[in-house]
């Protein structure tokens, strides 16, 4: 241990939580243990002679993220249909040890994640013309799990409003009566069923056990500035503040990994790939019959009987689909990739949530700056490692809400996560103080972008044009943010915690100066969605059906969150499982599950905002 604490020594500047993890690499060495490294992406495979090894399966299911290890758990329950799932990232985890890749197991450890090339596609956007012109970092999971063995844990439903406004959209059939019963499907949840949640799922859903008296403070704060509180934001009152849901199970990350795809792992009829690159769908004609992919160097086929699923998410769904030759014509012939099926909406109506990080400096020492200390850090992950419990248990995201912006709106559209600590670039930045802060922005901003192919080499990145900020009344709801969640900060309950404010700081008070630090310091809630969007075949701008089927196309479907037909009021990761789920049974042909006339909160009146 004296050698330990010699490596901790070199560590003195660290002051975040999640920085445990380079000191628990040094206990890693020590042991001898060997920690997956992940696939290394310098592919050398288009000058390698090719296989031309003929697998054939049911279905071929590309990305095991959020969707993917759902779609290949369901369809797998069927013994007469068989399953390959590729995915171009690591496993999550090896021989199910959580010493292993416990960077991705333990929830305190999530920024590595967010910064780790090993497990992440690491995207940056275009430069951002109304902010600053600055490139915006997107991660996005690349991994058994996805972007769920990646992001902060938070289980947020959306409103029952947004499904509903999908259906009217285009996606029938999508209406909240017909996708709660695919949320409680796929949910457990710690404290028991009930009308909205589930309770026999594979998907752990938990509270926060760490009970910070600043999560009290700020649940308080908010009632006194006139909002109300929720017992539950993902059960019939979304509306208010209160106590968030999150998918940790006894003590550990519960990704789509460990909920779906390793208890399917020992059915015969499923084959999982780790370190796998796609690089097109193969076609006859307008007829998808499988995959070509890249795997230890070799060009390899795989062949789908039935029908090819991309389950690769917001970017990687769309990009596939150009690569193959399935996007606008104009723009596939001026990169010599051969058209399949001209289909302009492919990669349009890119969608995102924006958010600021109000900070503020706390007077005691309550935060988790202590925590962040390297003998602490060493303390809570050796509590961690050997229990489970205590502060490396916890993303720490335990409390948030969601509220209205202004009278006229008839649900939420602005959401809250609260932090006892602070966050300075994706975590890349250690904080610097005690402090907490609230991460804050709108849920359904008017601003939409598109994302398209680069070249037709599908090692590189698309281009990603998010363009934010380019609607007034999206720069009014962001400069409302910062405005409520001051107002927040300011109540009573904050008193004997309250410190100056840290960003945007107290110089910051007109409208002018907010809007300046709104385009410095805004960045993505890391939620790219609705680039391959659900509707109906008249629609142009559609690209799957609300059977999720390739429009123009046969036996070829997307299913992950690039089929959302406009983005939901929430993080994305629970819809994403729940349309998983529902597409699974229509790809089974089950009829879809239904609960007619569930109650949901409406306020009292629309003329205020609370």
Request: glycine share 8%; proline share 5%.
């Given at each position: 241990m004296s050698y330990l604490m010699k490596k901790v020594l070199k560590y003195r500047s660290a002051s975040h939580l999640h920085n445990v993890g380079r000191l628990f690499s040094k206990i890693q060495m020590l042991s001898g243990s060997k920690a997956f490294s992940g696939q290394n992406m310098r592919i050398q495979a288009f000058s390698q002679a090719s296989?031309?090894?003929?697998?054939?399966?049911?279905?071929?299911?590309?990305?095991?993220?959020?969707?993917?290890?759902?779609?290949?758990?369901?369809?797998?329950?069927?013994?007469?249909?068989?399953?390959?799932?590729?995915?171009?990232?690591?496993?999550?985890?090896?021989?199910?040890s959580k010493l292993l890749l416990w960077k991705i197991h333990m929830p305190a450890?999530?920024?590595?994640?967010?910064?780790?090339?090993?497990?992440?596609?690491?995207?940056?956007?275009?430069?951002?013309?109304?902010?600053?012109?600055?490139?915006?970092?997107?991660?996005?999971?690349?991994?058994?799990?996805?972007?769920?063995?990646?992001?902060?844990?938070?289980?947020?439903?959306?409103?029952?409003?947004?499904?509903?406004?999908?259906?009217?959209?285009?996606?029938?059939?999508?209406?909240?009566?017909?996708?709660?019963?695919?949320?409680?499907?796929?949910?457990?949840?710690?404290?028991?069923?009930?009308t909205y949640r589930g309770g026999n799922g594979p998907l752990h859903v938990s509270r926060g056990k760490t009970n910070n008296p600043l999560h009290h403070a700020f649940l308080d704060a908010a009632q006194q500035a006139g909002y109300p509180f929720t017992?539950?934001?993902?059960?019939?009152?979304?509306?208010?503040?209160?106590?968030?849901?999150?998918?940790?199970?006894?003590?550990?990350?519960?990704?789509?990994?460990?909920?779906?795809?390793?208890?399917?792992?020992?059915?015969?009829?499923?084959?999982?790939?780790?370190?796998?690159?796609?690089?097109?769908?193969?076609?006859?004609?307008?007829?998808?019959?499988?995959?070509?992919?890249?795997?230890?160097?070799?060009?390899?086929?795989?062949?789908?009987?039935?029908?090819?699923?991309?389950?690769?998410?917001?970017?990687?769904?769309?990009?596939?689909?150009?690569?193959?030759?399935?996007?606008?014509?104009?723009?596939?012939?001026?990169?010599?990739?051969?058209?399949?099926?001209?289909?302009?909406?492919?990669?349009?109506?890119?969608?995102?949530?924006?958010?600021?990080?109000?900070?503020q400096k706390c007077t005691q020492p309550i935060t988790l700056y202590k925590a962040q200390k390297p003998l602490q850090m060493i303390m809570i992950g050796l509590e961690w490692f050997l229990k489970s419990t205590g502060k490396g248990a916890s993303a720490h995201l335990e409390t948030g809400g969601f509220i209205r912006s202004r009278p006229k709106i008839s649900h939420p559209d602005i959401q809250f996560h609260f932090l006892p600590s602070q966050v300075i670039d994706h975590g890349r930045v250690d904080s610097q103080m005690e402090a907490y802060q609230v991460h804050i922005g709108p849920m359904r901003s008017t601003s939409m972008g598109w994302l398209k192919l680069k070249s037709a080499d599908p090692r590189e990145h698309p281009i990603?044009?998010?363009?934010?900020?380019?609607?007034?009344?999206?720069?009014?709801?962001?400069?409302?943010?910062?405005?409520?969640?001051?107002?927040?900060?300011?109540?009573?309950?904050?008193?004997?915690?309250?410190?100056?404010?840290?960003?945007?700081?107290?110089?910051v008070q007109s409208d002018e100066e907010i809007d300046a630090f709104i385009r410095k310091k805004a960045d993505s809630a890391y939620h790219p969605s609705c680039t391959c969007k659900m509707g109906q075949s008249s629609d142009?701008?559609?690209?799957?059906?609300?059977?999720?089927?390739?429009?123009?196309?046969?036996?070829?479907?997307?299913?992950?969150?690039?089929?959302?037909?406009?983005?939901?009021?929430?993080?994305?990761?629970?819809?994403?499982?729940?349309?998983?789920?529902?597409?699974?049974?229509?790809?089974?042909?089950?009829?879809s599950l239904q609960e007619k006339n569930v109650p949901v909160y409406k306020p009292k009146t629309l003329e205020t905002q609370r």
């Open positions: 296989s031309e090894k003929t697998d054939s399966f049911s279905y071929v299911i590309v990305g095991a993220g959020s969707a993917g290890c759902v779609l290949a758990n369901r369809l797998t329950e069927d013994p007469h249909s068989t399953v390959k799932l590729l995915e171009a990232g690591p496993k999550d985890t090896i021989l199910n450890a999530l920024t590595y994640n967010l910064c780790d090339e090993n497990y992440n596609w690491y995207y940056h956007t275009t430069p951002q013309r109304h902010m600053d012109n600055r490139i915006m970092y997107w991660p996005r999971g690349r991994v058994w799990g996805g972007s769920s063995s990646l992001n902060a844990m938070v289980y947020i439903r959306g409103h029952a409003e947004d499904y509903n406004r999908w259906s009217k959209e285009g996606a029938v059939g999508w209406d909240y009566e017909f996708c709660l019963p695919y949320f409680k499907k796929a949910q457990t949840h710690e404290l028991g069923p009930d017992e539950d934001m993902n059960g019939f009152q979304q509306e208010g503040f209160g106590w968030m849901d999150m998918t940790v199970h006894k003590g550990l990350r519960w990704n789509t990994a460990s909920a779906y795809l390793r208890p399917a792992l020992s059915r015969p009829n499923l084959s999982a790939e780790d370190s796998t690159f796609v690089t097109k769908i193969l076609f006859e004609g307008t007829k998808a019959i499988g995959i070509e992919y890249i795997k230890n160097g070799e060009k390899k086929k795989v062949f789908a009987s039935k029908e090819v699923i991309l389950s690769g998410g917001a970017i990687n769904s769309p990009q596939l689909l150009m690569l193959s030759g399935i996007g606008n014509a104009d723009d596939l012939k001026k990169l010599g990739i051969p058209v399949v099926c001209h289909l302009p909406g492919v990669g349009q109506n890119l969608q995102d949530h924006l958010e600021v990080y109000v900070q990603l044009e998010p363009n934010y900020l380019s609607t007034e009344i999206d720069v009014w709801e962001l400069r409302q943010c910062v405005k409520l969640a001051r107002e927040i900060f300011a109540q009573k309950a904050f008193d004997k915690f309250r410190g100056p404010e840290i960003q945007p700081g107290d110089h142009t701008t559609a690209v799957v059906d609300p059977q999720t089927k390739v429009i123009g196309t046969e036996n070829l479907r997307v299913v992950d969150a690039s089929i959302m037909p406009s983005i939901v009021s929430g993080n994305l990761n629970a819809p994403t499982i729940m349309l998983a789920e529902k597409a699974a049974d229509i790809i089974k042909g089950v009829p």
